[in-house]
DNA sequence: AAAGCATCTTGACAGTGTTAGGTTGGATCG
DNA sequence: CGATCCAACCTAACACTGTCAAGATGCTTT
């Protein structure tokens, strides 16, 4: 009698083969990068993502432990490619204040880029309390992110052009100035913003003026 | 037959008398804040409000629409607090670099002391999206903060002592600077941040320097 | 052809925000 | 005083969420 199950709808995925299974695992972070993109890291539930990748929803449990792995394997992956896009870094000949400023520029535009990516990265709510116990051993990208930018502000700082402070210090100040500029025209979109171009220059100059000696 | 009901666990709040259904509102909005501050604003769940007040979890819709009006209302609330303070600002005699670095410790104290309404406030997704329809008339709190910045900078700007620059977009530039340290102090509590008040002084020093012409 | 096991499924659970409808009891009025 | 009204509050139920348990499927290797 079982009458044949209507189907429809929801169209699968075909089954990967045998040893496949960390394409699975590919197509499921970018399907929640894509829908965390659209809607907010809040706005999706693990049944959207894996709809969107035509496999039942428990099937994620296969790949991942929980949701929150899966953002917080997002959160890592962000981390790299900021890292990447800071290290790739090569100043142009000019002023300190001009690479200063250029260096700067590489975050910012890394973020705005990348939202989706910086969001999970940065803008995520405690996405960085709940691990007393595993830390120590493998280098967390985030503060592998941290130790490229500090790198770079220890390398100016020995050039002599940098006010005397505490170079670590100076590190974590101009951190905190990009993010902050960064983060509020990714989640402040409709804030009535000065114009984008001359808003971020404005705003590395300063940061740069504020470090450097010669001002 | 109908047994007494064993009652117990959740003890519940004796009934507000007739005109004193305010009361409950203020009791809901301040047992919110609380467990915001405490888990993060996702979470707290509307049944933890409710048990926490001492009212049944579907009584909370008797004061507010939705679960997010709750969040919408706290955020609204942390803007005037935040206006107050900046408001209440009187620089004391000394330089210009003096004063500004006063006026924004004044933001950045804000924040560290009230770090629940800041979180709500500045730091939670998309907390200002969708209202295209209802805007104009009210002068929503969020964009008053802003303004008790803008006049202050304004204020300085005429004073001769500001590069040449468009005032606006100096004024957004140093909000986005101070609300950077101040969102990742509170959001990131574990990163190995150097002395709290060296880096405070060290910022806000370096915002005043990258906007002062006397540097 | 058989075995093994990675891949994926259905079914169920407690918890969530929200709505519908009914009860209670203090304030008000005749 | 007693009747009425309605703010304050409740229980029951909905569709949805993340997660777990148990089993089916079918490629790969022997």
């Known amino acids: 009698m079982a009458r ?7 169209s699968r995925s075909p ?4 040893g496949q299974g960390g394409e699975r695992r590919e197509e499921i972070l970018g399907a929640a990068l894509r829908l965390i993109g659209e809607r907010g890291v809040h706005g999706v539930s ?3 993502i894996a709809e969107a990748v035509g496999i039942s929803q428990p099937s994620l449990y296969a790949y991942f432990p929980s949701r929150d792995a899966i953002v917080e394997e997002l959160h890592d992956r962000a981390f790299v490619l900021l890292v990447q896009a800071l290290d790739r870094f090569v100043p142009t000949p000019g002023t300190p204040l001009e690479q200063a400023v250029e260096y700067l520029r590489v975050y910012v535009d890394f973020g705005l880029n990348n ?3 910086y969001r999970v990265a940065f803008m995520i709510e405690g996405a960085g309390k709940p691990k007393p116990p595993t830390d120590e051993s493998p280098p967390k990208p985030a503060l592998q992110a941290f130790n490229s930018l ?3 502000i220890w390398a100016l700082h020995e050039s002599g052009r940098v006010r005397d402070q505490d170079p670590e210090v100076i590190s974590q100040s101009l951190w905190a100035g990009v ?3 960064v983060s509020l ?9 000065a114009e984008r171009e001359a808003l971020i220059r404005t705003h590395l100059t300063m940061l740069a003026h504020g470090v450097l ?3």
């Open 150 to 152: 500090r790198a770079a």
């Open 213 to 215: 000696k010669d001002a």
């Open 185 to 193: 025209l990714i989640a402040r979109p409709q804030f009535p913003w």
């Open 15 to 18: 089954r990967k083969r045998k």
């Open 115 to 117: 939202p989706d990516a």
């Open 46 to 48: 693990t049944r959207q």
């Open 179 to 181: 993010h902050g500029l």
């Open 4 to 10: 044949q199950p209507t189907r429809t709808s929801v």
